[in-house]
């Protein structure tokens, strides 16, 4: 078995980073932001205005992220003069990974062959499969670990 140069590493290393970064994009950061912030003020529901002056964040965006989360089973709406959003579980039940998956269907993954039920016609022979596979088994525990509640910790 052949070894991989240091340097090749930390290249192929630094281009894994940008690409997951890439995947993670606006979409999923503003439900991670919004979700998060649901999670600090669990005793009350929140409305849209609120988390948007608080988040800076768009009303129109966060309407529509808020359908895909509700769709999801992870927030729930109260209607009224007091109405809003609130968590459908407690925040040490909701992974950072649940909400990715609920406004990105495909997930965040490492490389194409690692997409969820992917099949990549070079994978009996490409020799960073290993590899590929190790580092997805790694962002999903991370992100199937992480719960909302751990960043108020």
Not at 38 to 48: F, G
Not at 114 to 121: G, H, I, M, Q, S
Request: aromatic share 8%.
């Amino acid at each position: 078995m052949s070894r991989i140069p240091t340097r090749g590493l930390d290249n192929l290393i630094h281009s894994v980073i940008i690409r997951i970064v890439n995947r993670l994009n606006t979409t999923v950061r503003y439900a991670v932001r919004a979700t998060l912030f649901l999670a600090q003020h669990a005793d009350r529901p929140i409305s849209i205005k609120a988390i948007s002056e608080a988040e800076g964040l768009s009303i129109k965006y966060l309407e529509q992220l808020f359908l895909k989360l509700r769709k999801a089973g992870l927030v729930r709406s109260v209607r009224g003069m007091h109405g809003g959003y609130f968590l459908a579980r407690s925040p040490e039940k909701i992974t950072i990974g649940d909400v990715i998956r609920s406004v990105q269907a495909d997930g965040i993954y490492a490389a194409p062959c690692t997409k969820r039920n992917a099949r990549c016609e070079r994978q009996s022979k490409c020799k960073a499969t290993n590899y590929w596979s190790t580092l997805q088994k790694l962002l999903d525990d991370f992100f199937n670990n992480t719960t909302l509640a751990s960043f108020q910790e």
